[in-house]
């Protein structure tokens, strides 16, 4: 069965850290570009951060740009998004998606894990 899991999520206070982890049973994740997505709700999912297959390139949206980085660790099969400098208005839903046909990025994605929560308040 094709799933991508997503874990490492929490609650933390303003300026602290979490690291999410993107797993995948099913997929070898080193072929594909990885998305990592957030949804508040009643907005849009929007995409936050993505990193290419060989990791040669990462893309950050301008709200976390300098606070989160994305990584991947193709040996263990899984795709990190590193959080510093939590906000309150990081808190949100973190899905992380693949697109099958996708090894650069942007993509569509096709493919979505079921997301961790993260939510950050004093």
Do not use: M
Request: proline share 4%.
């Amino acid at each position: 069965q094709l799933q991508l899991v997503e874990s490492g999520g929490g609650s933390v206070q303003p300026g602290g850290s979490l690291r999410l982890s993107c797993t995948a049973s099913g997929w070898i994740l080193e072929y594909y570009a990885i998305g990592w997505f957030r949804q508040v709700p009643g907005e849009e999912r929007r995409g936050i951060s993505c990193i290419s297959a060989s990791g040669d390139t990462t893309t950050y949206h301008d709200s976390v740009k300098g606070r989160f980085t994305i990584s991947r660790d193709n040996a263990h099969n899984t795709v990190y998004l590193q959080l510093n400098n939590l906000k309150p208005e990081d808190t949100a839903v973190y899905y992380c998606a693949l697109d099958i046909g996708s090894s650069i990025c942007p993509f569509g994605p096709g493919y979505w894990g079921q997301g961790t929560q993260v939510t950050v308040s004093s």
